[in-house]
Structure formats: structure tokens, C-alpha cells
């Protein structure tokens, strides 16, 4: 069954950290498949807060979107994603229906 790692990113907070975790994310990408689904584009918030942006990650199944999560590769990255800006992450199990 497919899952989905959503992020919310609701405010940047230091722009240079968020360069280099963008710098050091395409080799988790690349040792773990992933189709990014949404990535940070246009959105528009219906109900809560304003955020700064949403990215939506598919993965084949919650194995592997975990394995992708705590891979060194993305561990490696991460460190800057929590430096630079301030948000929340969700795994998300699919129906496949």
C-alpha cells in the first residue's frame, strides 16, 4: 500500500540552512524512490494557519518511506531542515482504492 510523507513548512527561518539541506537531500533521494507528488508550490490555506509552504512525497509503502526517513542520506540533510525552518512532517498510509 502507498504512503505519503507531507510536509508543512510554516516559516523559514534561516534560508542558508535550508540551502544546504537542499544540497544534501538528492542522495536520499536517490537511495530510496520516491515521487514527489507536490513541492512547495502555489497553495492556498482553506481552514487554520497561513504556512509557507506544503510538499507531498509518495512512496510505495510506509516501509519504505521510513527506510527513506531514516536513512543516513536523509539523516545527514535533516539537521538542516530543522535549523532552517520551522514545520511539521506526517507518514501517511494510502488506500490504493
Known amino acids: 500500500m502507498s504512503a505519503y510523507v507531507i510536509f508543512v513548512r510554516e516559516t523559514v527561518t534561516d534560508e ?17 524512490p ?3 507528488l507536490a513541492f512547495y508550490g502555489a497553495h492556498e490555506v482553506l481552514e487554520g494557519e497561513p504556512v509557507d509552504g506544503v510538499a507531498i512525497l509518495k512512496f510505495s509503502s510506509m516501509a519504505d518511506a521510513r527506510a527513506w526517513y531514516e536513512s543516513p542520506e536523509y539523516q ?10 520551522t514545520g511539521k512532517m506526517y507518514l501517511v498510509e494510502g488506500t490504493d482504492a
Not at 80 to 85: A, D, E, K, M, P
Open 34 to 36: 520516491l515521487e514527489p
Open 16 to 32: 542558508h540552512a535550508l540551502e544546504r539541506y537542499r544540497e544534501r537531500t538528492p542522495a536520499a533521494r536517490e537511495a530510496h
Open 76 to 85: 545527514a540533510a535533516r539537521p538542516h531542515r530543522l535549523q532552517g525552518s
